[in-house]
């Protein structure tokens, strides 16, 4: 026991590989056997997620910073090490990753074609997920940032609709070719500092002033030109205004469960690297660079919801609203790094407050993005059209998933009561004190992102019915509302009651930054 | 006196090869066994030398020595270290998967798996040698097989004109190394072709530079350095399955081996003079051979042109001359050797039954073909340095060594990688998924079992060394630290 | 110096009063067999052979010089490891020769045939161990007549007559030319031996300019015996049209002889003007390579292939003579060896092909790896040791004639050389090429040759292969010829 204790996280991660590699001998005829066996295996992360959190310490010690630490060798030829470790702001994102999974692959029951692969392949993403959320070492992270690409690839390309295979190409070449200045700017680092080992990184790369590397340019300028590779790998994973536009894509043409995860969980990624990352790596040039910052993340919401106000399609509208929703992300991260050297008290709590109420908006995101996906595929499945015209007056027909769309529609439009709320207000909080004007150009935003939800909402369910439906449309079966359950609950908890994940991100936050 | 188990290794094909030339021409199924067993044989020997090397003690081992010429230096010499091992390792994969997919050989199987034996050998024989003489008479050997079995068992349309022109530039490269390494042995002033002795020679640094492009240029061609590169694709293109495998897989190792070995190791200062040019060319090499195999409309050439990118990296390591870029040099010539003999191997499987090469006439073949797609797409994120796969842990540490002695060179050679990750997508779906022609759907079947298992070895090893780059390393990591120790502990 | 015989003397010319008893015993069997030409046609190869054999043996036994060496005959013979070790290469080239020869219809119930043989290869082994101007002449000229004859033997045969009268008045010019040189040399020092005249020749006794005369007009008979640029004129056509297997005998044994004579002249009479020469024979050596490579890749006849690939590889071989070293006599005399057992084994293959197909066009060896699977790899053989590849025998020698020049600084001439090999190593792949990959004219069978012919080709595959990988006994020979030649 004491094995499986000590290696929880590596358990969590590795988990679904297994279950992949077993899945590879199962027959592929079988299908019921492979959708639960992918569906069991993708429950026993999750699991072990909640026993983590259990175990947790919500206060992190200067000693001991990560919890639940894992660290092997691993290629220690070049110095870097298999390092594993969770703390308030990483442990939210695997609990919202375990949690999704299950929930896309249980959305997935749709799925006839080759469930053999579409199951080893999102198990395999899952996998790639949850290393980024848990590496401790950079060589580490960008391993797993990069494995996830494939099976999503792979996802969005054999199981996606019409022009899946240039949507799927774009949404890899995108992020490879950001991850490139990544992967340069860590070698650069690797070599720079001797060693991958993230705490190491932490203490040494941000005071290093002699590089070892012969480059002939000043150090402050290499370390610009690293923390803008950062960046722009992040921002175009997030993604942030201009790096956007492989995701409307992406997103329309994968699978409704790709859509899931894409949106509530890889999008975290790009913000998760700005926090465990790009914060404590690059505090001056974070701090320089925190307007241009925050003028990407305003960008990012007034044009995310422009652009899903013009359209036409369900999941395109859905798709921009990431964008939307994600730049509150982005607008709180800049606000700290505004701040990230302020000493003063008032400073220091605006600071943790948008921290707070970034991670806080991401873990949100994940939820209501994850179900408004799932809800646009539970109608293209029944109606197959997106088209928004085509709908109309379906509340009367679909009673249940009317509720269901209207409440995850509130949440995600920041009703207050609802979780959405909570996020954005902390992050607005936070950033009207530095970023005035950001701050008030992102309420404009905010107005326009009711004007799209309420717009999809009334083309959906409200107004005549279009009388090609009648009869055709059935309602929600209790597969798909199993689906949503859990995340309309947490919709509902973290609007009510949000301390019970605030309490940990805030400890987090404080401690880190 | 221990089991003299390299030369029982480097006879096993020879004997092989004597030995099927014996047989009737008729009786085939005895001579695929014996190419079979053989090459079983080398596979089974090299894993038991990848497992029993001694890491502790590093340096090299299972030395072998026997008069040869004594009065004119030349002594049978065997003997391997880290870098080499990985190599002979390398060698056995791909010999053995070379049998396995050449199994349907229709044309003189006989002649065909004879000179397959010969040319591992001579492989073998390479990384084997501590005797410069007998490294270059291994070298040498590959010659005829080379040619032969590209011109004869070939693709038909360019097999005479790719493998003259393979066989011509290989030579024309192993005889200005032959020249170098001439005078080598006389400006030694020991009058040895022993490897260790000439190490600790010690020549001075005018005849260094002078000598240092003659040998390492020389065997850098085989190497596929630019520009002496365009034998690669024309002669890959042209050669068969099994052979392609070897030339891409195996010989182009041995260039750069040999390269390493008689370059870099016995002329320490002149390498560093040069490094310079060889990382310009090497650059080059890498994104220059990913942007050329992008815009290729036949399937193989733009694995041929891909190898070419990659060898690139190769040698981009050796000319850091530190200890991150040896590293991984030697990673990514074990890495690369394995892949590239995935994607040939998969490419003449679809050939087979396609009948085309042309990436427009070919389309979904997934659903006919699985495991080729399977393999090619591992094949394909090794290529690109994708993580999780072995092409990622080798190029990081050429990559690491570039940082530390030419930033300009790592942010250039990386474009290459962007390059190969889109021509590999490309590549991918437009013959693996979509729509499969028509005139095709029929045709074409799904892979032997024996395919099955070249492509599931083939793509473990690589999966294998993607997660546990220690695998290697701890063979390599002595291996360099020894060349460190004679060009003076890097720079 | 004794006027008396002592049995040194005898032992010093053993060898060739071997050959002379073995020719009249051929003359003799061919009258005995005046009426049954099956008997002539099947033994008297084997009987040249067997008595050029035993002759080998016994002189092994008997003249095998002891420690340095010594003059003999009245300064007429050197009796030296350098001449035994000579003859020992013309009389294996002559044993191989008369077996290959049995393939030949035309010569092979010919008694005088084997006769002439025997004369000529008498004649090299004096030229080999000659110590003496005169001699040497002499030895030269009995070498090349019977020669003529045989080159013209096919009196029916128009190639081969154009053949005979072409050598021979190239054979006659030049050795005029020489003799010239010879009466030069005499005149200039009044002595014609070789060994007193080494030091009549230090360096500054005698004007550069009338040493150069003396060195240019000598080099033209002796390259015209090595068919060395500008005397290869005759090669061609000769090689062509010549009986096969005295086209052989010519490319090895007789180049062969050519090489024996300027090792010791130059090596030992024109010791001083080292200079002088070696310039000279670089460029001669440059010529060669470079003519005839680049011209035998238009051949389309394989004899004259051949021949134009002889010149190429005198001019290799010249690399060696240039380098003026010890290494580089060592080089000559192992790639004379190399080269013997491979060029016999390409001419005895070719023998066998113009005797079934009837033609000697590259074409004509089409397909020959489905007609018969063991000559086609014997070409593989020979050809590839022709090309300098291991492991057969032309990869060390060349390595050897690299390596001399290499250790002398000639490094312009080493590129030169290993470019050529390049261009020679194409047209030898090109012949491969036909072999293994051209649809063969017809499908039938090669039949297995004659015992003689078999056993020469197995002798001559057994030594490309050894002379290419077990170094140390030619290695040896090499060295022992080489110390006798740099005696002083």
Redesign the interface.
């Known amino acids: 026991m004491s094995f499986l204790a000590n290696h929880l996280l590596s358990l969590i991660l590795f988990t679904p590989t297994a279950a992949a590699l077993v899945m590879l001998l199962l027959p592929k005829e079988k299908t019921t056997l492979l959708r639960n066996f992918a569906l069991v295996a993708s429950l026993i992360p999750f699991v072990l997620t909640l026993v983590v959190w259990a175990g947790f310490d919500p206060q992190p010690r200067a000693d001991m910073p990560f919890q639940f630490v894992e660290k092997a060798s691993w290629y220690s030829a070049i110095r870097a090490s298999y390092h594993l470790g969770v703390d308030g702001i990483s442990l939210p994102m695997v609990l919202l990753t375990t949690l999704l999974t299950p929930l896309a692959i249980l959305a997935s029951y749709s799925i006839e074609e080759r469930v053999k692969s579409y199951m080893i392949l999102f198990l395999l993403l899952e996998t790639g997920m949850l290393g980024v959320f848990l590496a401790l070492d950079l060589l580490l992270f960008f391993v797993f940032w990069e494995v996830g690409l494939v099976p999503m690839y792979f996802l969005i390309a054999q199981w996606g609709s019409k022009n899946r295979n240039y949507a799927a190409l774009k949404f890899v070449l995108y992020t490879m070719g950001g991850s490139l200045g990544l992967l340069l700017a860590i070698q650069l680092m690797g070599v720079a500092v001797g060693s991958f080992d993230l705490l190491e990184m932490y203490q040494r790369w941000p005071g290093l002033n002699q590089l070892s590397i012969p480059i002939g340019l000043p150090v402050s300028t290499v370390k610009a030109i690293a923390f803008w590779a950062f960046v722009v790998a992040f921002a175009i994973k997030v993604p942030v205004w201009p790096f956007h536009t492989w995701l409307p894509d992406a997103h329309t043409e994968a699978p409704t469960a790709g859509s899931m995860i894409l949106a509530g969980v890889l999008l975290k990624l790009g913000a998760y690297g700005f926090l465990r990352l790009v914060l404590p790596l690059f505090p001056v040039e974070s701090q320089q660079y925190a307007g241009a910052l925050a003028f990407l993340g305003v960008a990012a919401i007034i044009f995310g919801a422009l652009g899903a106000w013009a359209q036409n399609d369900f999941k395109r509208l859905i798709a921009y609203s990431s964008i939307n929703h994600m730049g509150f992300v982005v607008l709180g991260i800049a606000a700290a790094a505004a701040l990230l050297n302020t000493s003063s008290p008032g400073g220091l709590l605006d600071k943790n407050i948008a921290l707070n109420g970034a991670v806080l908006q991401m873990f949100n995101h994940g939820l209501s993005a994850a179900g408004m996906f799932f809800l646009v595929g539970v109608l293209y499945e029944r109606a197959h059209t997106r088209d928004l015209n085509d709908f109309g007056g379906l509340y009367a027909v679909l009673p249940v998933y009317g509720g269901v769309l209207i409440f995850t529609a509130m949440a995600s439009l920041g009703l207050p009561g609802l979780n959405g709320f909570v996020s954005e207000f902390l992050v607005v909080r936070g950033a009207w004190p530095v970023l005035t004007l950001a701050t008030a150009l992102a309420m404009i935003g905010l107005f326009f992102t009711g004007a799209y939800i309420l717009k999809a909402l009334k083309m959906v369910l409200h107004g005549p019915l279009n009388t090609r439906w009648q009869g055709h449309l059935t309602d929600m079966t209790r597969r798909e509302l199993v689906v949503m359950a859990p995340l309309m609950v947490l919709m509902l908890l973290l609007g009510v009651w949000p301390a019970w994940l605030l309490d940990m991100i805030n400890r987090a936050v404080a401690f880190l930054f | 006196m221990q089991f003299p188990i390299l030369s029982t290794l480097i006879f096993t094909p020879i004997v092989a090869g004597i030995l099927l030339?014996l047989l009737p021409?008729e009786n085939r199924i005895w001579i695929r066994r014996v190419a079979l067993v053989a090459a079983t044989l080398i596979l089974l020997m090299s894993l038991f030398l990848y497992f029993s090397y001694d890491v502790s003690r590093g340096g090299y081992q299972f030395l072998e020595e026997a008069n040869?010429?004594p009065?004119?230096g030349?002594h049978y010499k065997l003997g391997v270290d880290g870098i080499s091992l990985p190599l002979v390792l390398l060698s056995g994969l791909v010999i053995f998967s070379g049998v396995l997919v050449s199994w349907n050989v229709e044309d003189?199987p006989?002649?065909f798996f004879s000179f397959l034996m010969f040319l591992g050998a001579s492989v073998l024989g390479v990384f084997c040698a501590l005797d410069l003489?007998l490294l270059?008479?291994?070298f040498?050997?590959a010659?005829?097989p080379k040619?032969?079995m590209i011109?004869?068992w070939g693709y038909p349309k360019t097999r005479?004109y790719g493998?003259?022109k393979l066989?011509?530039y290989l030579?024309?490269g192993s005889?200005?190394a032959?020249?170098g390494t001439?005078?080598i042995?006389?400006g030694s002033g020991l009058r040895t072709f022993d490897l260790l002795a000439l190490e600790q020679a010690g020549f001075p640094i005018e005849f260094q530079r002078l000598w240092f492009p003659f040998v390492f240029l020389g065997f850098a061609i085989l190497g596929g350095i630019f520009p002496f590169h365009s034998w690669a694709p024309d002669g890959h293109v042209a050669a068969p399955t099994a052979i392609s495998m070897l030339l891409a897989g195996v010989e182009m190792k041995v260039g750069a081996f040999a390269a390493l070995r008689v370059g870099i190791q016995l002329l320490p200062e002149g390498a560093q003079y040069w490094a310079p040019a060889i990382l310009l060319l090497a650059t080059i090499n890498v994104v220059y051979g990913a942007f050329i195999a992008m815009v290729q409309t036949d399937f193989k050439y733009v694995i041929g042109f891909s190898s070419v990118s990659h060898m690139g990296l190769v040698l981009i390591g050796f000319a850091t001359l530190n200890r991150?870029g040896l590293?991984g040099a030697g990673m990514q010539m074990f890495s690369h050797g394995v892949m590239t003999a995935l994607f040939f191997a998969i490419v003449g499987m679809v050939y087979d039954r396609a009948h085309t090469r042309e990436i427009g006439a070919l389309g979904g073949l997934v659903r006919k073909m699985p495991w080729a797609a399977v393999g090619f797409i591992i094949g394909g994120?090794v290529s690109?340095g994708?993580?999780?796969f072995s092409g990622?842990?080798s190029e990081?540490?050429v990559?690491?060594g570039a940082?530390?002695?030419?930033?300009l060179v790592?942010?250039v050679a990386?474009?290459g990688?962007?390059i190969t990750?889109?021509y590999i997508?490309?590549v991918v779906?437009r013959v693996f998924?979509?729509e499969i022609p028509a005139e095709l759907s029929a045709r074409v079947g799904d892979v032997s079992r024996k395919d099955k298992l070249v492509i599931g070895m083939l793509s473990a090893v690589m999966i294998l060394l993607g997660w546990f780059?220690?695998l290697l390393?701890r063979l390599?990591?002595p291996g360099v630290q020894s060349i460190l120790a004679l060009i003076g502990g890097g720079r | 110096m004794s006027s008396d015989f002592t049995p040194q003397m005898w032992r010093s010319i053993f060898p060739e009063v071997g050959l002379l008893i073995l020719a009249i015993v051929l003359l003799f069997f061919d009258l005995i067999w005046l009426k049954r030409p099956q008997m002539r046609a099947r033994w008297l190869g084997w009987i040249t052979s067997i008595g050029i054999v035993l002759i080998m043996g016994v002189a092994a036994g008997v003249s095998m010089p002891q420690g340095q060496g010594s003059i003999e005959w009245g300064g007429m013979l050197r009796f030296d490891a350098a001449g035994f070790v000579f003859r020992m290469i013309f009389m294996s080239a002559a044993a191989l020769t008369a077996l290959f020869a049995s393939q030949f219809e035309a010569v092979k119930k010919r008694g005088e045939f084997y006769a002439l043989l025997l004369i000529s290869t008498l004649g090299m082994n004096l030229m080999a161990s000659a110590a003496d101007l005169i001699l040497l002449f002499l030895a030269i000229e009995t070498t090349s007549i019977p020669l003529y004859v045989m080159a013209g033997f096919l009196t029916r045969d128009d190639r081969s007559v154009e053949a005979g009268i072409k050598y021979f008045l190239f054979g006659a010019i030049t050795s005029a030319v020489m003799l010239y040189g010879f009466s030069l040399i005499y005149g200039l020092t009044g002595t014609t031996q070789i060994y007193e005249l080494s030091s009549a020749f230090q360096a500054g006794n005698l004007p550069v300019g009338l040493a150069g005369l003396v060195i240019v007009l000598v080099l033209v008979g002796f390259g015209f015996k090595i068919s060395a640029v500008p005397f290869h004129f005759w090669a061609p056509d000769v090689y062509q049209g010549a009986p096969t297997p005295v086209a052989g005998f010519l490319s090895t044994a007789s180049k062969a002889a050519g090489f024996a004579v300027l090792l010791r002249v130059f090596q030992i009479v024109f010791a001083g003007q080292g200079s002088l020469w070696m310039v000279l024979i670089a460029i001669l050596a440059t010529a060669s390579m470079l003519i005839g490579n680049y011209l035998a890749l238009a051949q389309r006849s394989i004899k004259r292939l051949l021949a134009y690939s002889s010149i190429a590889h005198a001019g290799y071989l010249l690399i060696g003579i240039a380098s003026d070293s010890e290494l580089g006599t060592l080089s000559v005399v192992y790639y004379l060896i190399a080269y013997l057992v491979t060029n016999l084994a390409a001419f005895g293959i070719v023998n066998l092909i113009e005797n079934r197909v009837g033609s000697d066009e590259i074409g004509a060896l089409a397909g020959l790896n489905r007609r018969s699977a063991g000559l086609a790899l014997a070409m593989l053989a020979a050809m590839l040791s022709l090309g300098g590849i291991p492991p057969f025998a032309g990869f060390f020698a060349k390595l050897l004639v690299f390596a001399a020049a290499v250790e002398r600084g000639l490094i312009w001439l080493v590129l030169i050389g290993v470019f050529n090999a390049v261009v020679g190593l194409y047209y030898y792949l090109n012949v491969l090429k036909v072999i293994y990959l051209h649809p063969p004219i017809e499908e039938k069978e090669i039949v297995p040759a004659t015992p003689g012919w078999r056993l020469a080709m197995w002798v001559c595959m057994a030594g490309i292969l050894l002379v290419g990988f077990w170094f140390s006994p030619w290695y040896s020979l090499a060295q022992a010829a080489t110390s006798a030649i740099w005696v002083y």
């Open positions: 030339l021409a040869w010429l009065q004119f030349i003189r006989r002649e003489f270059f008479f291994f040498e050997l010659v005829f040619y032969l011109v004869v005479e493998g003259m066989t011509l030579f024309v005889v200005i032959l020249v001439l005078a042995y006389f991150d590293l994120l690109m994708m993580p999780g990622f842990v990081i540490p990559f690491m940082w530390q002695v030419a930033p790592a942010v990386i474009l990688i962007l990750a889109a997508f490309l779906r998924f979509g780059p220690s390393t390599i990591e």
